[in-house]
């Protein structure tokens, strides 16, 4: 399935409620820029002087140890509020930017005596008031002290202001500052997306506050904690829309409208094309079931009276959840009914029920300080799971939180380089640090330890204990444990505290392994290392070891609940078999002594439909990750893939060929490749005949949902491994297409893998066509679609002129160059081409490309993931020395791990080729 991964991030609420969408669409920007327009536009009575007349002094301190230098605000003044007025110009000035100006009050109260006012500001230049670049006034009876001067601080983003006396204490103050900045394309802050409609261009501008971008917008207590009530004011044409967090004061432009029970205001915005085009109706439809699932499941009204969501063409992450106002990706909003796939659709809805998620945890109630960020965005990606499951409840989906977080996230856990989920705080400070906490372990591994919490507490309790806390701190921050002490409040029947409990997961990294023999009775459990041989060098104060909920059923019964906090359980005999972690709601693996293996193996070769999916699915995943941490041996994993020939349902499939595929990268290029595709044939082509008859001969969409996925599984390995039909059918859609061009027959679904597979089957006629197709392509994922396949074809030539076009940015595009490298080493023909490639020409990418979207560690990583041999591993070496004088930039650690992953591989293909050989060739016969 085609889903993307998205980086949601949550908005400082405290800091910057802003997050202001200016959003205009100018009819004709062909017309020279009026300034006699531009004047009558109701430009505010204090607007900015020219910017040239601004001295910006800058003063580099000289003692590292002054206030200013700090990443974090002193503890001395609060914000209240801010009145905020912004003025996009969307049309650039005589020198061609792009500018905005501003104007800003903030309302502070002081709580510690100081002489001192630091507040963020980043890349705005400041209107001199008086030769000040602010000026200060008191509130009520407070007097103002007088400015003895004021500076910028670059490098921590500050603007300082040095009083002649202290404010005092319990007293308020305004800060006033008017500026200019430029209202760039770089995604940050406040800034500028264009798209063309009808051959106009059009320019909005819109905003990226999270995490630390609010100040390049306008000066501010850019912190999360530091939360106020925000005016904001957007001066912009006629014709012309602005949004905002709150409710519009004045006339709006809605393009599409519902409302709730309680006269909640729900409006989706995109390009007029698009709400013309209808792709807004879907998430329009899902979002007021989504937010009356939270509703109700935070026992907590929504705490805004409108709900606003926009796509825009030019965005960062896939969506940002600023409140009452999200922000997406096109791709993550807007759904076509006829160009979009299902898998399109899936990410709409989960993407929109992680944001939703966030209007009451994170902006409700906001976490202190970045370094809790796991447990704000844990907790979205897990419960954007259930609030899709309540819009959509016949797709399943809450199973799929096994392939796209758990087992994800185990890959990355289950290294020695893994980190803790948790930081302290003082390890947080700089940008580039709070950038850092969006990754994969705060998403995904959050998400599985906290769906793991509300298991064992059960659904009731944690939400129950969830509703405690937002009630509690509606409007204000608290730290991770807060929520701990509000379950621990509600939860009962378990051994230990929550909080006794959750330190083991979420302050040491990783994740064990419980070995549970059934002979014996023993339970043990061990931190799990994908390899065996590396060395955890961070030490953990609880030695590695967890308290382990574990779920367990013994020949189809459910038992009790077993807590593994040291060792030792009952044993169980005889003909009974044994399965821990039922529904894996534990963020664990399992192993078992070999006749409880055996019994497991046998029965999914005889009734898999006795286990559920998601422990089909774990069972394959725990023994292929088990096998390569040596923990088990290689062919006992294998045969966990015997029983597929009967399988039919998505999870457990897509489960094993991720498994699978690291044999097929390591002996696509070997004899052992015939043995695994005749194997792999005999167990796809069951599944390629179900779907042909559950689709009438192909002809119609299987009704299921996951069931759409595993077609475009069954598609392309039925395709790639030689089942027969497979090619004739792909062969003819392709054909029919290219006859009529503009009456595409393939299914948006199956469109990745049949053009693929088309293309590696055909020639230069295919190739030339699916250009030709990519070149007039208006949507978006239809061009990636066929980029990606262009690189599946077995043409030598082709992919050397394919490769060749990359560095061409009048063909590919700068931002894509490197993507479409990696399709190409992706293909076994194509993987040495583009190694070649890479290496006669790294000192020309390097100076070309060493700036920018080129990203070459992707590049380095995609190229090597099959290298396995000693003669590679001496290229990869000789490719290093050679180019130290050039430099690998961006890619210096990514050639580091290749060089070590490649040795692992020769290892593990020295180790496993003959038994893994001889396995596929008695199975496939
Ligand atoms: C902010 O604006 C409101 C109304 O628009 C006004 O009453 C208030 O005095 C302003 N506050 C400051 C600090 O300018
Ligand atoms: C800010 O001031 C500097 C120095 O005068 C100038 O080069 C720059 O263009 C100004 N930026 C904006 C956005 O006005
Ligand atoms: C949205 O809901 C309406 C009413 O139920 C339905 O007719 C329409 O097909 C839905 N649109 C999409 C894109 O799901
Ligand atoms: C929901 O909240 C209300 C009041 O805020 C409270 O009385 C009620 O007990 C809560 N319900 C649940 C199920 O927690
Ligand atoms: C970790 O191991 C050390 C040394 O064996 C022991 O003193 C300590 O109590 C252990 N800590 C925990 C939490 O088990
Ligand atoms: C273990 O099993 C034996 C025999 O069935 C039983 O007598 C004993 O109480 C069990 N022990 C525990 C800890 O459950
Ligand atoms: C795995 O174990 C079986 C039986 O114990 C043995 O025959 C086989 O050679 C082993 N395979 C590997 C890869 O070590
Ligand atoms: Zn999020």
Redesign the pocket.
């Known amino acids: 399935m085609g889903r993307v991964y998205y980086v949601s991030k949550n908005v400082g609420l405290g800091m910057l409620v802003l997050a202001t969408i200016a959003l205009a669409t100018i009819i004709a920007l062909s017309i020279a820029y009026d300034k006699e327009r531009a004047k009558n536009r109701g430009k505010p009575e204090n607007e900015a002087t020219d910017s040239t007349s601004m001295p910006t002094p800058l003063t580099t301190p000289s003692t590292p140890k002054e206030p200013w230098d700090h990443y974090r605000l002193p503890d001395s003044l609060v914000p209240v509020s801010y009145n905020v007025t912004l003025w996009p110009r969307l049309r650039p000035n005589a020198d061609g930017m792009y500018l905005f100006t501003g104007y800003s009050a903030v309302i502070f109260s002081c709580v510690k005596e100081t002489d001192l006012i630091i507040i963020h500001s980043n890349k705005l230049n400041l209107t001199n008031f008086y030769g000040h670049h602010a000026k200060l006034s008191g509130l009520g009876d407070a007097t103002a002290p007088t400015i003895q001067k004021t500076w910028l601080v670059v490098k921590t983003h500050y603007l300082v202001l040095q009083l002649r006396s202290a404010l005092a204490v319990g007293a308020s103050y305004v800060l006033h500052t008017e500026f200019q900045g430029e209202l760039a394309d770089d995604l940050e802050g406040f800034y500028r997306s264009e798209y063309t409609e009808d051959g106009v261009k059009k320019v909005v501008a819109t905003s990226q506050m999270q995490a630390t971008y609010a100040r390049k917008t306008f000066p501010c207590f850019d912190e999360p904690a530091m939360k106020a009530v925000f005016t904001v004011t957007i001066i912009h044409d006629q014709g012309t829309v602005a949004l905002s967090n709150g409710r519009e004061i004045g006339s709006f432009y809605p393009l599409l409208w519902t409302k709730l029970s309680h006269s909640l205001q729900i409006r989706i915005w995109a390009r007029r094309k698009a709400i013309e085009d209808r792709q807004g109706?879907?998430a329009l439809?899902v979002t007021g079931p989504i937010l009356q699932f939270y509703e109700h499941y935070y026992n907590a009204t929504y705490p805004l009276s409108k709900s606003d969501q926009i796509a825009l063409p030019d965005f960062n992450a896939g969506a940002m959840e600023n409140w009452g106002l999200v922000t997406y990706r096109e791709t993550a909003l807007l759904?076509d009914?006829i160009m979009s796939s299902t898998g399109n659709k899936e990410r709409i809805t989960t993407v929109i029920a992680h944001e939703l998620a966030h209007m009451w945890f994170g902006n409700l109630v906001t976490l202190q300080w970045w370094n809790d960020l796991w447990l704000n965005e844990g907790f979205a990606s897990y419960v954007e799971y259930l609030g899709a499951d309540y819009a959509e409840p016949t797709w399943n989906i809450k199973d799929q939180i096994i392939l796209y977080d758990v087992h994800k996230v185990f890959a990355v856990d289950a290294l020695a380089s893994s980190h803790p989920l948790s930081r302290r705080e003082e390890e947080v400070n700089t940008p580039a640090q709070i950038s850092e906490m969006f990754n994969t372990i705060s998403y995904s591994k959050g998400a599985a330890v906290l769906r793991m919490l509300s298991e064992f507490l059960t659904e009731p309790v944690f939400a129950k204990g969830l509703s405690s806390y937002l009630n509690t701190f509606a409007f204000g921050n608290t730290v991770y444990t807060d929520l701990w002490d509000h379950l621990q409040q509600v939860g009962m029947h378990i051994p230990h505290t929550v909080h006794n409990i959750m330190n083991r997961w979420t302050l040491q990294m990783g994740f064990p392994v419980v070995t549970i023999d059934t002979r014996t009775g023993s339970i043990t459990q061990k931190h799990f290392l994908l390899d065996p041989d590396s060395v955890v060098d961070r030490p953990s104060q609880f030695n590695y070891t967890w308290f382990v909920p574990i779920k367990w059923m013994k020949t189809g019964v459910e038992q009790q609940q077993h807590w593994l906090l040291q060792k030792t359980v009952n044993s169980t005999t005889g003909e009974d078999w044994v399965l821990a972690n039922t529904n894996v709601s534990g963020y664990f693996r399992v192993n078992y002594d070999l006749d409880n293996w055996d019994r497991l193996l046998s029965l999914l070769n005889t009734n898999h439909q006795a286990l559920s999916i998601i422990n089909r699915a774990q069972i394959i995943d725990d023994a292929f990750n088990l096998a390569r941490a040596k923990i088990i041996n290689t062919t006992l994993a294998l045969r966990t893939s015997k029983y597929l020939a009967k399988e039919r349902d998505y999870i457990p499939w897509e489960s094993a060929l991720r498994n699978l595929d690291y044999y097929i990268l390591m002996f696509d290029r070997t004899e052992v490749y015939g043995a695994l595709q005749l194997y792999l044939k005999k167990q796809i082509q069951p599944l390629f005949e179900y779907f042909k008859t559950i689709t009438a001969n192909w002809t119609k969409v299987p009704t299921g949902h996951t069931d759409r996925y595993n077609q475009i599984n069954a598609i392309g390995i039925a395709c790639s491994m030689g089942v027969d039909g497979c090619r004739e059918l792909i062969k003819s859609w392709y054909r029919q297409w290219m006859e009529s061009p503009h009456h595409n027959p393939i299914h948006p679904n199956l469109k990745t893998t049949v053009y693929c597979s088309a293309i590696a089957f055909g020639g230069v006629e295919e190739w030339d066509f699916a250009w030709r197709m990519f070149k007039n392509a208006t949507l978006a994922s239809e061009a990636v679609r066929l980029r990606s396949a262009m690189a599946c074809t077995k043409v030598p030539w082709l992919l050397n002129r394919y490769l060749e076009y990359t560095l061409d940015p009048t063909k590919i595009r700068k931002q894509d160059a490197t993507s479409t490298i990696q399709y190409i080493a992706r293909n076994v023909v194509g993987m040495p081409l583009a190694w070649n490639f890479v290496r006669a020409r790294w000192s020309y990418i390097f100076q070309h490309y060493g700036r920018g979207s080129f990203s070459f560690s992707n590049l380095v990583n995609g190229i090597t993931k099959r290298f396995s041999t000693d003669f590679e591993l001496q290229e990869l070496k000789k490719f290093k020395e050679d180019n130290l004088h050039v430099g690998f930039g961006s890619a210096t650690l990514a050639l580091e791990q290749a060089i070590e992953k490649t040795t692992a591989n020769i290892k593990w293909v020295t180790e496993n080729k003959a038994h893994v050989l001889k396995w596929f060739t008695e199975e496939s016969t």
């Open positions: 109706d879907y439809n759904y009914p």
